[in-house]
């Protein structure tokens, strides 16, 4: 059984820093592409970031670029999300998840990924 879990989320001021982790167990990390969606109260999930199997290719959306870096450790079976310069409108609840078809150019769609985290809460204060 694959399972995703998230840490590292929290209350930040505004232009400030965290990194968000997400381990995944069960089945060969490496196979996965991943990716980080987020979710704000009477929002829909959106698409945050991507990243191929080898780490060699990754997306972000535009709304992130130049702030957050997707990563991962194939080693460590672990993706991460660096999130620098935050602001007020990236509150919300960040969800790992996984693609076992691979990078794509419609990684953004949510329908691609069967495995998600139970997702964890990042709060920008101003």
């Known amino acids: 059984q694959v399972q995703l879990v998230e840490s590292g989320g ?3 001021q ?13 089945r060969t990390f490496s196979s996965f592409a991943m990716a980080w969606f987020r979710q704000a109260p009477g929002k829909e999930r ?7 199997r080898s780490g060699s290719w990754t997306s972000h959306a535009n709304s992130v ?14 993706v991460y ?7 007020p409108e990236d509150t919300a609840v ?6 076992p078809s691979g990078y794509s150019g419609r990684s953004y769609d949510t329908g691609r990924y069967d ?3 139970q997702g964890t809460q990042v709060t920008v204060s101003s």
């Open 65 to 78: 670029k130049g702030r957050f870096t997707i990563s991962r450790d194939n080693a460590k079976n672990t």
């Open 10 to 12: 929290g209350l930040v």
């Open 46 to 52: 959106e698409f945050v970031a991507v990243i191929s």
């Open 14 to 26: 505004v232009g400030g820093s965290l990194r968000i982790s997400c381990v995944v167990s069960g």
């Open 81 to 87: 999300l660096q999130m620098n310069s935050l602001k």
């Open 94 to 99: 960040y969800y790992c998840a996984a693609d």
């Open 115 to 117: 495995y998600w985290g």
